[in-house]
């Protein structure tokens, strides 16, 4: 038996385990489910401007190779920045905050918040809210990044779906989650809260880690700018498209191991770029589990992280499920 319940939202307990952040809404959203958009413009703006900008930069990065530009040392600082701020996503923004699968010191938490806030995938409390719908209306009406909800038939539905769950859901603002209704724990979190307000501080201090970084182990001006580049701007792009991949190709390609009445899959080949995030249905059917490979054969480093954290005592209250429990939703058993 889950002890996730099975609760609407629309009765929130941040004090409860998890009530908020997975309980699937019995009837649809309401219009106090969905955050409403200051500047809308101004947002779209930015999205489509971090979401092209890359991939400019990457046409950039591409001559630049063809020049003999790309030293050793400009991967190193990818792969630095890329662990780094990619463990601020799924240790972070995901498993401490989203789902609470295990407790730490708010000095660790001020660290996940700032790092996940450099990887520019927008403020830590929204990020939050969004991602507690998508696990509240899973692949049904309220879902903010469903790739199966309202995009046609054929193959042309099946590219709108996908187009739609991996980017075209961040230009739309009618299905995001209210920042009060699903992440009140949060806003009431003065570390995580502050972390929130200042998201810009931490997006552009991201890029000033990756030319310092470039500058320090390249020892030149020079490096320090393809530092930028490489553990900046071609980081983020990689990042991004890893974590849309979530998103869109788990809710649709790879295995279905556990019965949990949405589309998510685990995708083996993308679990070591997502740091473990890509066993995607084993997490929509333990949400809270701190682990989402199941066993050795199922890479999962940001699990490894969390398990080192709490051999120093830097984490505690690790979320585990027993393969007695696992076995309960498996279509195997
Ligand atoms: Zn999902
Ligand atoms: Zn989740």
Redesign the pocket.
């Given at each position: 038996m889950s002890t996730h319940s099975i609760q609407r939202p629309a009765a929130p307990r941040p004090d409860s385990d998890d009530a908020q952040v997975q309980s699937p809404a019995a009837d649809g959203p309401t219009p106090e489910d969905v955050q409403p958009v200051a500047y809308e413009n101004l947002d779209r703006f930015l999205t489509g401007l971090i979401t092209v900008g890359p991939i400019v930069a990457l046409g950039f990065a591409g001559w630049q190779l063809w020049d003999g530009l790309l030293h050793g040392y400009d991967v190193l600082v990818f792969a630095i920045m890329y662990l780094l701020t990619g463990l601020g996503i799924t240790v972070g923004f995901?498993r401490l905050f989203?789902?609470r699968s295990f407790k730490t010191y708010p000095a660790v938490r001020f660290v996940f918040a700032v790092l996940g806030s450099a990887a520019v995938e927008g403020p830590v409390i929204s990020w939050v809210a969004d991602?507690r719908k998508?696990?509240a209306f899973s692949d049904r009406e309220g879902d903010p990044h469903s790739p199966h909800v309202d995009h046609g038939t054929g193959l042309r539905g099946i590219l709108r779906g996908l187009a739609h769950a991996h980017v075209g859901w961040l230009f739309i603002h009618t299905a995001r989650g209210h920042r009060e209704r699903y992440a009140p724990d949060l806003i009431a979190d003065p570390v995580v809260s502050f972390v929130d307000k200042t998201f810009f501080v931490w997006a552009i201090g991201g890029l000033a880690a990756a030319f310092g970084l470039g500058y320090l182990i390249g020892g030149t001006l020079t490096a320090g700018l393809t530092g930028l580049l490489w553990g900046g701007a071609v980081r983020m792009l990689v990042l991004h498209h890893v974590t849309y991949s979530i998103n869109s190709l788990c809710h649709f390609f790879g295995r279905h191991t556990y019965d949990t009445g949405d589309h998510s899959r685990n995708l083996a080949w993308l679990a070591p770029f997502s740091l473990g995030e890509a066993w995607h249905n084993n997490?929509h059917a333990f949400?809270t589990s701190a682990f989402h490979g199941f066993g050795l054969r199922q890479l999962d480093i940001s699990a490894l992280v969390i398990r080192g954290m709490e051999r120093l005592g830097l984490a505690w209250d690790v979320v585990r499920v027993a393969p007695e429990r696992r076995a309960t939703k498996s279509f195997a058993a």
């Open positions: 995901h989203t789902h991602h998508h696990h997490h949400p």
